[in-house]
């Protein structure tokens, strides 16, 4: 039976999907890193070989019948490090069909199914990628010196930003300020600084603060809601300049915005300022859920090499 791997490789885990030509699952499995970075080149070549052996021996897959394999990860934009990971994978994948691509197009192809519309994922960082059937144009994933706006970075920052202003007397005091103190353990917001300069937190642990801005938001904080909606404005902005790039041909029809990222995914106050952000646009984009995950996506991808 004629089957295609898909991988969603990832700085802390890797997902692998096995479909059929109909598309049907035909098993999945998880394995160490596989973003190299985070994750040195031999231990990355030694968790896909790992996985890839394992999930074929246990699913009882002929490597022979292997049509294709397809690995998205975050930083393959970058040309070096594709030719890397397609490096490992000569030597390790069942099939000469291999293609190595950013995390963005296959999040695009789990979500639609189709691969055509649009994919805006707001996690740690941010970036949306927009497909027709003439053009791909992609927006965001500038990291977070020179974008990412919309992210649980960005959010997180703001409200760690807003929280010292107020202790200041330079802004409004805002619920932020009690909440983050007992998500930090803190007694005062002086030793903020401390916790984000001098313990080696990095850009994940700092977004992770994000959902802090959630709960003020139900409370009506107005400090909290200027938050959500400038993330939900920036990432409207980005959707829509990556329309605009695309350059759709379908009428009046609705282009699907499927959106991802733990962030979006996790924030009920941020999609629906985002829904709103783009209704009031008069845009064709339809916010709405992923149909499937990455790992499918790049599978899909694979199916089509």
């Known amino acids: 039976m004629r089957y295609f791997i898909g991988i969603d490789g990832g700085g802390t885990k890797t997902h692998l999907k096995a479909i059929s030509a109909e598309r049907r699952l035909l098993g999945e499995a998880f394995g160490g890193a596989s973003n190299l970075a985070a994750t040195p080149e031999k231990d990355v070549e030694n968790n896909l070989t790992v996985l890839l052996q394992n999930f074929l021996r246990q699913a009882g897959l002929s490597p022979a019948e292997c049509g294709g394999l397809c690995l998205g990860t975050a930083g393959a934009g970058s040309k070096s490090v594709r030719e890397r990971l397609e490096r490992i994978l000569r030597t390790i994948a ?157 009428g009046n029809k609705v282009i699907p915005c499927v959106y991802a990222g733990g962030t979006l995914c996790g924030s009920a106050p941020l999609r629906t300022e985002l829904e709103g952000c783009l209704f009031r646009s008069g845009t064709r984009l339809r916010l709405c859920e992923c149909r499937e995950d990455a790992a499918f996506g790049c599978a899909l991808i694979a199916s089509s090499i």
């Open 94 to 250: 069942p099939t000469d069909k291999i293609l190595v691509t950013d995390d963005a197009l296959p999040a695009l192809y789990g979500g639609t199914l189709s691969g055509y519309g649009v994919i805006l994922i707001s996690g740690t960082g941010s970036i949306c990628l927009a497909r027709s059937e003439k053009k791909t144009a992609r927006t965001g994933g500038w990291g977070h010196i020179l974008g990412d706006e919309g992210s649980g970075y960005a959010i997180s920052i703001s409200m760690l930003n807003a929280v010292m202003r107020a202790f200041d007397g330079r802004g409004p005091e805002t619920r932020l300020t009690p909440l983050v103190l007992r998500h930090l353990n803190l007694p005062s917001p002086e030793l903020i600084i401390d916790s984000v300069y001098h313990t080696g937190k990095g850009k994940s642990d700092l977004a992770s603060l994000a959902f802090l801005c959630d709960k003020a938001y139900d409370k009506g904080d107005s400090i909290a809601k200027k938050i959500i909606e400038h993330a939900a404005e920036a990432l409207s902005a980005m959707a829509l300049a990556a329309e605009a790039r695309a350059d759709f041909q379908c």
